[in-house]
């Protein structure tokens, strides 16, 4: 789904997929002496970087259960609580409202009570959130319940990948953010399988258990160093440093290039949401703006919200089978797109993704249309789950992770902050239209929502081939020269 999709690092940058953990873990073999010591001395600063990692993706795995929670439970809790259909999808896209709130303070919060402190934040109103849900007797309580949890896993978007990228070494980082990935992905993929076998009430108690181990392990682990630099907590800095770096390792010339990096981003002029729209910046912004209204309105959160009923609708038959699948198929999909990140470019892969997308709402389509006109009935349920499992995957190997990419790469760097603002809510805005208004056009016309939703792909390959340079292998200073052409790299930098 993109809202999973879009927490990779905006402003680190960087994503180097599967392959960067997978290398950086395996360290070769050499005949020189000492290797088996410096090995070991690098297996025991991994360990700690890796526990702090694990401790954070379970905001990850959170953030996964709130977005998976809808799609499963939405005709038990229409039944149970007597909710009209504008109101379940009231409570089905509002979480996108409250991540919205969640991400645009979600800075703010981390940089004032430091990365723990806004993952304990973050925890506290997941919870909140979930016991409101648990207990809820009708529509408000569980509307409030479903924004508390929406703004919890908004500010998670944010401070988790940041918190990863802050603590990981160069050669660990792309690798850990994919685990980030992974785990969300993972966690929406669990709550699809639990909704089919536990009651929407005790559904929303298993999403309390991610925050508890999130709250238990915080006390664990060290603060990020890079914020407590920033902070000006010096030996703060240092032992947290040197903790994640292992206490025989050298730790001098990072520290000095942490401090270093904080002059520069310092230095450099603080830009405003009303600078990108000068002519210099108004190309990125364009591709950047474009690339998320496609990734949404091509339907991604109003399928996945409520797959479970447009399984249903196919076929009495298809919910179960068509809701299993699709949480099987999301975790070894997301692993390929992390693989073929860095092989295949940017640009191909969003476009073949876009491509897939678009046969799969067309197959979903044509299934729909067959049944309204009572054709080929014992191919429908076929060709919708096909069309669903087809669209899913096509999205999860590009269009999910590849704009986020492609942000972090196309605007210069003192501009990055208000881009991501501007992005971010873009995206959050985008999730909510689509995820209110899905149950509605499928009222209107099931076919005619998958075929609005096919042609949406089809623009978004006329807009990436067109519009979106490739950003793979190039350096900033490429990339700037490339999107303006008749601007020096250098000068649209800075």
Not at 132 to 157: E, H
Request: glycine share 10%; with cysteine; proline share 4%.
């Amino acid at each position: 789904m993109a809202i999973i999709e879009q927490h990779k690092n905006f402003e680190n940058g960087e994503n180097n997929g599967l392959q960067a953990l997978e290398e950086s873990l395996l360290v070769s073999s050499s005949d020189c002496e000492g290797c088996e010591k410096a090995v070991k001395k690098s297996e025991s600063s991994l360990w700690m970087v890796l526990i702090c990692t694990l401790v954070a993706v379970c905001g990850s795995f959170e953030f996964g259960s709130c977005v998976g929670y809808s799609a499963p439970t939405q005709s038990v809790i229409r039944e149970e609580l007597h909710l009209s259909l504008p109101q379940y999808s009231m409570f089905g896209s509002i979480l996108t409202i409250g991540a919205m709130v969640g991400a645009v303070t979600s800075g703010p919060i981390a940089d004032f009570i430091g990365r723990k402190g806004a993952m304990r934040v973050s925890a506290t109103f997941c919870i909140t959130g979930w016991l409101a849900v648990y207990l809820s007797t009708g529509a408000l309580s569980l509307d409030s319940g479903r924004v508390l949890t929406g703004y919890g896993i908004g500010v998670f978007s944010y401070v988790v990948p940041v918190f990863i990228a802050e603590i990981a070494p160069k050669n660990l980082r792309g690798g850990l953010t994919t685990l980030n990935q992974l785990m969300i992905v993972t966690g929406a993929s669990i709550s699809f399988l639990l909704g089919t076998v536990i009651t929407w009430r005790n559904l929303a108690l298993t999403g309390i258990i991610p925050c508890v181990f999130l709250i238990v392990g915080l006390w664990f682990v060290p603060e990020s160093p890079r914020w407590l630099a920033k902070v000006g907590n010096e030996r703060g800095f240092l032992v947290a440093l040197q903790q994640l770096r292992g206490k025989d390792a050298d730790i001098s010339d990072e520290a000095t290039e942490i401090r270093e990096y904080n002059e520069t981003m310092q230095s450099l002029p603080k830009a405003k949401l009303v600078d990108l729209f000068q002519s210099k910046y108004i190309r990125p912004v364009i591709i950047g703006v474009g690339l998320m209204v496609f990734q949404q309105f091509g339907g991604i959160n109003g399928i996945g919200f409520y797959a479970s009923e447009t399984f249903a609708l196919a076929g009495p038959s298809s919910r179960k089978t068509g809701t299993i699948s699709y949480a099987c198929l999301q975790i070894p999909i997301t692993v390929v797109g992390a693989m073929l990140m860095d092989k295949s470019g940017r640009k191909p892969l969003i476009m073949v993704s876009a491509g897939g997308t678009f046969l799969g709402c067309f197959l979903a389509g044509i299934s729909f249309f067959l049944k309204g006109h009572g054709l080929l009935l014992e191919w429908i349920p076929i060709l919708a789950i096909l069309g669903v499992l087809t669209y899913i995957a096509s999205f999860s190997i590009g269009m999910g992770a590849v704009p986020w990419v492609i942000m972090s790469e196309i605007f210069p760097i003192h501009v990055k902050g208000a881009a991501g603002s501007l992005v971010v809510l873009v995206n959050w805005l985008g999730a909510w239209a689509v995820s209110y208004t899905f149950n509605f056009l499928m009222s209107w016309s099931p076919s005619g929502t998958f075929f609005v939703y096919s042609g949406f792909s089809l623009l978004t390959i006329v807009f990436v081939a067109k519009l979106v340079p490739e950003t793979k292998g190039k350096t900033l200073e490429e990339i700037q020269a490339t999107i303006n052409p008749t601007r020096k790299g250098l000068e649209t930098l800075y």
